[in-house]
């Protein structure tokens, strides 16, 4: 089965699962896993950080990571379709009395830094105290600069707020960009980063920040219920995982470009956007068992059918498609990562260009 529904569905490789059998392991949450320990070290080196902490998730770092900047009454600024405000349950508010400031994200993803100068509130009883701005690279699969972390960073300082990065695909942008990972991170305070999507590692994410904001995060991670014991099993993963997945990214880009391409030559398919590994499109007409056919061929990607603009959801428009259509379209997001190689792309391409003819 070829799976383009999301990088989230990549597998471990045998050399992986290899060394996260022979992976030395303690009790974490005593400090005793050399593993996890090499893990966070390794990750910490990597992005230019003095500490690391590993999660077994991308939502419950970033939970640590607002947790660490922000207390009860204090509020963060937030993109309006960041998944940190937008996919992550509303834990920060939920958990932690922390409430999100959304504001409008541009069609590169960078927050609106205008709006968000609007949204800072005065230190007064009437409001809730400004902590914390965050930003999330890739977004949509689309690489921030560094201009704009640098704009944000100044943002930050003038206001004297934290700054926070959902690097969940950050590898994706050091990759695209020419930038090594240290350089990505660099104007950010804390870094959340996943293993688990197109780096193939089974479970985990790292926040990566300063001692202070890291020790922070590590006693939130024990309240949160994310402190585990011998997770050198799962560790030996992510960290085989950042030693030799990050450069073949690039493949998974090339393929996003290939698959982009072919899918623009299917009559009747609109390629919206190309961005890293994540390929946007559209069809323009209804077709609600598309999925479940070209699943049937093998390969498993995702339309939604929508009749315009308005009845879609907020969740499901991307940014800078203000459409405003009538009559039933279809949108997909495929996603490529290391389980689909260029011949795949290939198949897959095959197979709704068939299902498409009928
Ligand atoms: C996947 C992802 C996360 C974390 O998700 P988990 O499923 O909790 O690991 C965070 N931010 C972004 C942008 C993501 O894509």
Wanted: charged share 25%; net charge negative.
């Amino acid at each position: 089965m070829i799976d383009l529904r999301s990088d989230t569905v990549s597998k471990p490789t045998p050399e992986m699962r290899a060394a996260m059998a022979a992976a030395d392991v303690g009790d974490d949450v005593w400090g005793d896993d050399p593993t996890v320990n090499e893990l966070e070290r390794y990750t910490a080196e990597l992005l230019g950080k003095a500490a690391a902490l590993y999660v077994p998730s991308g939502t419950q770092s970033n939970l640590c990571g607002l947790l660490a900047h922000c207390e009860r009454g204090d509020e963060y600024i937030v993109g309006h379709h960041a998944h940190t405000y937008m996919y992550e349950g509303g834990g920060a508010a939920v958990l932690g009395s922390i409430q999100p400031q959304p504001v409008p994200t541009d069609e590169t993803g960078m927050l609106d830094l205008k709006a968000a100068e609007e949204a800072v509130k005065p230190n007064n009883s009437h409001f809730a105290r400004t902590k914390l701005l965050c930003l999330e690279n890739t977004i949509d699969g689309k690489a921030l600069t560094t201009d704009q972390h640098q704009a944000a960073r100044d943002f930050a300082d003038d206001h004297g707020l934290g700054l926070h990065l959902d690097g969940a695909r950050l590898w994706n942008a050091a990759v695209a960009l020419s930038l090594s990972p240290a350089e990505v991170a660099a104007p950010f305070d804390t870094v959340s980063v996943c293993l688990s999507k197109g780096l193939g590692a089974p479970v985990g994410s790292v926040l990566c920040g300063s001692s202070e904001l890291v020790s922070a995060a590590r006693r939130w991670r024990k309240v949160l219920g994310g402190g585990m014991r011998q997770a050198g099993v799962v560790a030996a993963g992510g960290l085989y995982a950042l030693q030799h997945h990050i450069d073949r990214l690039a493949d998974d880009h090339a393929n996003a470009q290939r698959l982009a391409a072919g899918l623009a030559a299917i009559d009747g398919v609109t390629v919206t956007g190309c961005n890293t590994n994540m390929v946007f499109s559209r069809i323009d007409r209804d077709d609600p068992t598309l999925s479940k056919r070209v699943e049937a061929r093998g390969v498993r990607a995702d339309w939604r059918f929508a009749r315009s603009y308005q009845e879609r959801s907020n969740r499901e428009s991307a940014p800078g498609d203000s459409r405003q259509g009538h009559g039933r379209f279809g949108r997909s997001r495929m996603v490529l990562h290391l389980d689909v190689s260029e011949a795949d792309v290939d198949t897959a391409l095959e197979a709704i260009a068939a299902e498409l003819a009928t």
